[in-house]
């Protein structure tokens, strides 16, 4: 089984359909929410082109307030997303990639793996470390940089390490926290961490030993998931919430691991996790954080969440889901977009909320989903997806 597509080049300017054929049965009215859709990405593109959220550092922060301007503090995780986003978008982009890939670089070569030093000081997460990597191996390949690709093996060979050290691979490698961690999915929780596999299947290509070992065990314990005591999987041991946010996260990486193997299996539970969460939309549309299934169903827990929005709406694109309603949630999420000067757009993390926290990584999940909603026949490969 292949979706694999060329890496995107430059995005399309406004107005421009999406690739793709076109059939000459379809009425030209048909196209109009597709092209509604290509637009809102072009414009979530150019903001996160323009760097928008990047600090003069070359790292890019989590969000920026859209009424003060103020950004957050500088996000490694959010940079190597960035930088699977900004591979192949031309010349502009690749100058905002090099500065953010040349910030982590100095961060690995500084033995500096933290995931949020001015929140958990020196604690090593171990899916930030995966995005970081793939996002270095990622752009260094594309720009035939050896820099860059060390420095994306030395943060997937901290995967290899833990796991290595600690048995399973650990959310948070031992003896790297201040002290106690707050108990949460991020912290406590492993089903996330199957979006690791996306870096470890990249650093194998590039002969880091022990890191297709490590995917290969990563997906063989999704494979244990057995409905219905253990599915959907718990985000956190002993806990009846689940964050949707980690799901997706779960889904990615056995999607991305299909797409790469062709393993029907992995393809077959992302698939079934994808259609779970989207059982859990609102009646308003769109999808929470979290849901808490202490209540013998599923019940919502917060507003709707941009980041999950446009995680689900990608999946469903990706796999095809026959009953869901792809169209209604693109509309919904380019609703949501906050549009800006010079054709830009961003998405903010809750649309609800009083704060207007314009997010970088809502707004990279959102660029791609909405390119894959206004394509006919949506795809991607296991390298692009951020």
Known sequence: MSIRTPSPGTPPTPGTPAAGPRSTATPPAADAPRTACARAADALSRWLVAGATQAPSGAFCGWRDEETGELSAPYPEITGYILTFLTGLGPTAAARATDAADWLAARAEAGDFAARSEKT????????????????????????????????????????????????????????????????????????????????????????????RLATSLTDEAHTWQEPDAFP??????????????????????????????????????????????????????????????????????????????????????????????AAEAAL?????????????????????????LNTWASMFAAQALRLAADPHPSMNWQELV
Do not use: N
């Open 233 to 326: 999987p718990p985000t956190r041991p002993g806990s009846t919430v689940l964050s949707l946010h980690a799901l997706c996260y779960a889904a990615e990486g056995l999607w991305m691991w299909a797409d790469h193997t062709g393993d029907t299996r992995a393809l077959d539970r992302s698939r079934a996790l994808t259609a779970w969460v989207w059982q859990q939309r609102l009646p308003t549309g769109g999808f929470p954080g979290f849901v808490d299934l202490a209540r013998g169903a599923p019940t919502p827990v917060g507003e709707r969440q941009s980041d999950v929005v446009a995680q689900t709406l990608r999946l469903a694109l990706l796999h095809r889901l026959p009953d869901a309603d792809t």
């Open 333 to 357: 999420l380019s609703a949501d977009l906050r549009h800006l000067a010079d054709g830009q757009a961003a998405v903010p993390y809750r649309p609800g909320a009083p704060e207007r926290h």
């Open 121 to 212: 000081q020196g604690a090593v997460y171990t899916f930030d470390v995966a995005m970081i990597a793939h996002g270095l191996l990622r752009f260094g390949r594309a720009t035939a940089a050896p820099r860059l690709v060390d420095a994306g093996l030395a943060y997937a060979d901290v995967l290899v390490r833990a796991a290595a050290a600690h048995g399973p691979l650990p959310p948070v490698v031992p003896g790297t926290e201040p002290g106690p961690l707050p108990a949460a999915w991020s912290t406590r929780g492993r089903v996330h961490l199957l979006k690791t596999v996306q870096a470890l299947l990249a650093a194998a290509d590039q002969g880091l030993p022990g890191a297709m």
